[in-house]
């Protein structure tokens, strides 16, 4: 899927609606938020985090309103994403402690470093591996030894025997959420051919094969998987 097309749907949807229908997958964001709290609890007093892919910053908020000495960079592509994140951030009075960037990865210094780097749900947009790897390489090359990276993506082995049942739950789940009967028979197809859907065996080799160590999927709600990982120090 391309930058651009990602980019036109995120703004098409609007901050507001992007999080009207998040709002219906609360039980597993806010299990999701915890664990992350978990597994960056050794960071320190303050510490930096880059979050790439930023959307309307629900972890930035959920990580600032409990750290208050850490620092954030949030880096989105979408005019409308980074508006409704400014917005959400300043209304809870923590965007004194935020650097917004409208953009990509690429556009943060690459001379910054940080503790942790956040990319949540934003990889399996890219369906070209080797432009995987460059982002996956580059979140690398930002983080200080021993930082983390937190990844989540879409992520299961297509050809797996359980992947038609995985499929009918995770279409009731946005049923439930308001999805409406075109756009469930779509959820399938944009797997096969928008999405760049990776087995999870394959996210963790990539990311040991770009450096990453103490690789620990440490999440799963359906389709969706979570590894935090370190770089060598």
């Known amino acids: 899927m391309s930058e651009d097309l990602i980019v036109a749907m995120f703004n098409k949807m609007t901050a507001a609606g992007y999080d009207e229908y998040n709002s219906h997958f609360q039980p597993i964001v806010r299990n999701f938020l915890f664990l992350i709290r978990l597994v960056l609890q050794d960071l320190p007093t303050h510490?930096?985090?880059l979050c790439v892919g930023a959307g309307t910053g629900t972890e930035i908020l959920e990580l600032a309103t409990v750290n208050p000495g850490w620092t954030?960079?949030?880096v989105e592509p979408s005019d409308s994403m980074l508006t409704g994140c400014r917005a959400k951030l300043t209304a809870a009075g923590v965007i004194d402690r935020c650097e917004l960037i409208q953009g990509k990865l690429a556009d943060v210094s690459a001379?910054?470093?940080f503790d942790a780097v956040l990319c949540l749900l934003v990889l399996h947009f890219i369906r070209s591996q080797d432009e995987r790897?460059?982002?996956l390489e580059g979140m690398y090359a930002r983080l200080l030894p021993n930082g983390y990276l937190i990844n989540a993506e879409i992520s299961?082995?297509?050809s797996a025997a359980d992947f038609p049942l995985m499929m009918a739950n995770w279409k009731a789940m946005h049923s439930l959420a308001g999805a409406d009967e075109a756009n469930l028979v779509n959820v399938e197809n944009s797997f096969r051919k928008?999405?760049?859907v990776l087995s999870p065996s394959k996210t963790e080799e990539m990311l040991r094969n770009c450096g990453f160590a103490d690789c620990l999927h440490f999440f799963q709600s359906l389709f969706i998987h979570a590894w935090v990982s370190r770089r060598h120090n």
Do not use: N
């Open 133 to 135: 790897v460059q982002m």
């Open 72 to 74: 954030f960079c949030a």
């Open 194 to 196: 928008v999405l760049g």
């Open 47 to 49: 510490a930096r985090i």
């Open 111 to 113: 001379t910054e470093r």
């Open 156 to 158: 299961h082995d297509m």
